[in-house]
T-cell receptor
Framework: DQQVKQNSPSLSVQEGRISILNCDYT??????FLWYKKYPAEGPTFLIS???IKDKNEDGRFTVFLNKSAKHLSLHIVPSQPGDSAVYFC?????????????WGLGTSLAVNP | GAVVSQHPSWVICKSGTSVKIECRSL??????MFWYRQFPKQSLMLMAT?????????EQGVEKDKFLINHASLTLSTLTVTSAHPEDSSFYIC???????????????FGPGTRLTVT
């Protein structure tokens, strides 16, 4: 049972435009959501997070929006750059004391075309 | 900074043999290391969490006697797949936390992963 879903396996956008990556979740106990970025032959790297008490978090060109009622979050990249081409993973976590763990989506491969 | 390496990057072994995967933090001390695996067309799944000098904590459904984890130093953790079978073929990836760099649970630094194929 996939608790974190990224329904688009791939996305292609033009350089300078906005990239929007989507993520849906089913577990209402999740209270932290994260986006990781992964280049080929490298491990994922943390990009941005959002707590369930917020609906938006911004860091430079990256903004994550959270819609709790819809159990949906999205990552916006503006403007998109060719170096943003990577696989983006959505992950979520529920408060379990010292045993927090990450539940991952399948990832969306973003291609930013020059 | 915060580089995690894994060795080997890929390995092929015969059914019934054991294979060891190393995870090293190159420029920091990893107080906690995590082992994940990813089967084809599935998401990353946490297998176990290990703290240096302590026994690993395994997730439900992961056989601790089959997947031996050793975290004997602050820079090295090993995962040994014992008596490997074709269904153990997967992508194994480790991550490490450095409490000096960040205290948030999601501040983990990932290795590049190891592709295991059991024939």
């Amino acid at each position: 049972d996939q608790q974190v879903k990224q329904n688009s396996p791939s996305l292609s956008v033009q350089e300078g435009r906005i990239s929007i990556l989507n993520c849906d979740y089913t577990n209402s106990m999740f209270d932290y959501f994260l986006w990781y970025k992964k280049y080929p032959a490298e491990g994922p790297t943390f990009l941005i997070s959002i707590s369930s008490i917020k609906d938006k978090n911004e860091d430079g060109r990256f903004t994550v929006f959270l819609n709790k009622s819809a159990k949906h979050l999205s990552l916006h990249i503006v403007p998109s750059q060719p170096g943003d081409s990577a696989v983006y993973f959505c992950a979520a976590s529920a408060n379990a004391g010292n045993n927090r763990k990450l539940i991952w989506g399948l990832g969306t491969s973003l291609a930013v075309n020059p | 900074g915060a580089v995690v390496s894994q060795h080997p990057s890929w390995v092929i072994c015969k059914s019934g043999t054991s294979v060891k995967i190393e995870c090293r933090s190159l420029d920091f001390q990893a107080t906690t290391m995590f082992w994940y695996r990813q089967f084809p067309k599935q998401s990353l799944m946490l297998m176990a969490t290990s703290n240096e000098g302590s026994k690993a904590t395994y997730e439900q459904g992961v056989e601790k006697d089959k997947f031996l984890i050793n975290h004997a130093s602050l820079t090295l953790s090993t995962l040994t797949v014992t008596s490997a079978h074709p269904e153990d073929s997967s992508f194994y990836i480790c991550s490490a936390r450095d409490l000096l760099r960040g205290t948030q649970f999601y501040e983990q630094y990932f290795g590049p992963g190891t592709r295991l194929t059991v024939t």
